[in-house]
């Protein structure tokens, strides 16, 4: 903050004069999830304000999008989670047609989650804590009847990950590994709405959810969840767990870098985006909190890039140069 309000005072408009190194639009991978629309609309207001960029993005799937960086008919993808992608990035890596230019967030994480009301209890609402004692899945079992399940008596209910999803599948091999199929139902929703509702609908009434979930997600950015311990993860157990129902050990999932990827000659073409895109840097938790913002006040991504770029300059203001970062703090007045 010091550094960017001492620019400014010392810079004239005049000597903060930016074009862009590329002559037409950057586009961006419009991946079809909330965390891509947020990353997009940051950067690109970032390149607009601050580097004089015009640009665009193209809406679709991740194969096809990652396909078309690969072939430079797109320039950035915000969010490479390589884990999930290994063909068709790794091909691309191989063939030096892409670029990973750095780590976006380190700590993408998930698993299963209580709220903190259960454990700690809600002072403001006179809630004593239902499960004082619960901090690992190994204690849910005794716990069945606080989670307990209105459609089959003397079983809790978790809410696993989506019908269809690899989540769901790896979540019903946890829950026979923990030895919990005899005390919960395997409850699959239809989809990701309906899990979201399920967690929102009990969070707001303060009743007992036992859950899966994923970060960084609005519902994790506007609900304090606790997530529960699992033994650590190893790669042998996890492809165990992941890989058959009868597998006898789980683990925890493991916690994911998401990194920024780019057209490797449009990385040759922009060096100075490509340092801004090299140093841009978010956390999960950040992330979260302006999905959850996006929700709350019902406004787009473009609207929430400007409101984390008014409210987090001690973020943002290293990605860039002290004179792109006055342009940028000017673009917001």
């Given at each position: 903050m010091i550094r960017l309000f001492t620019v400014i005072g010392?810079?004239?408009?005049?000597?903060?004069s930016h074009a862009?190194?590329?002559?037409?639009?950057?586009i961006f991978a419009g991946l079809d999830w909330d965390s891509v629309g947020f990353h997009n609309a940051v950067a690109r207001r970032i390149l607009e304000s601050g580097y004089g960029c015009k640009t665009d993005a193209i809406p679709g799937s991740t194969i096809p999008l990652l396909q078309g960086v690969a072939q430079g008919d797109i320039d950035i993808a915000m969010e490479i989670w390589k884990d999930a992608v290994t063909d068709v990035w790794q091909r691309a890596l191989k063939r030096g047609q892409v670029t990973e230019i750095g780590v976006n967030f380190p700590d993408a994480v998930q698993g299963w989650y209580v709220p903190r009301y259960m454990i700690e209890g809600d002072q403001a609402r006179n809630l004593a804590p239902q499960t004082p004692e619960l901090k690992s899945v190994s204690d849910l079992a005794r716990y069945k009847e606080v989670f307990a399940d209105p459609e089959e008596p003397g079983k809790g209910r978790f809410y696993n990950c989506v019908a269809g999803w690899s989540c769901e599948v790896i979540n019903s091999n946890k829950l026979k590994a923990y030895g919990l199929e005899a005390s919960f139902t395997n409850f699959r929703p239809g989809a990701g709405t309906a899990l979201a509702a399920?967690?929102?609908?009990?969070?707001?009434k303060r009743e007992p959810i036992l859950a899966y979930y994923w970060n960084p997600?609005?519902?994790?950015?506007?609900?304090?969840?606790?997530?529960?311990?699992e033994p650590a993860w190893n790669e042998a157990d996890w492809k165990g767990?992941?890989?058959?129902?009868?597998?006898?050990?789980?683990?925890?999932?493991?916690?994911v870098e998401v990194w920024i990827g780019a057209n490797a000659a449009f990385v040759k073409a922009a060096p100075q985006i490509t340092a801004f895109l090299a140093k841009?840097?978010?956390?999960?938790?950040?992330?979260?909190?302006?999905?959850?913002?996006?929700?709350?006040?019902?406004?787009s991504d473009?609207?929430?890039a400007e409101w984390f770029l008014k409210t987090e300059p001690g973020v943002w203001a290293d990605w860039v140069t002290p004179e792109i970062a006055v342009k940028i703090q000017s673009s917001l007045k």
């Open positions: 010392a810079l004239s408009f005049a000597s903060l862009c190194e590329i002559n037409r639009p950057v399920a967690i929102a609908g009990a969070y707001l997600t609005w519902v994790l950015g506007a609900y304090d969840m606790v997530k529960l311990q767990i992941a890989a058959s129902g009868d597998y006898p050990r789980a683990v925890d999932y493991p916690k841009y840097r978010t956390s999960s938790t950040l992330v979260s909190k302006a999905l959850a913002y996006m929700r709350d006040n019902h406004v473009a609207v929430a």
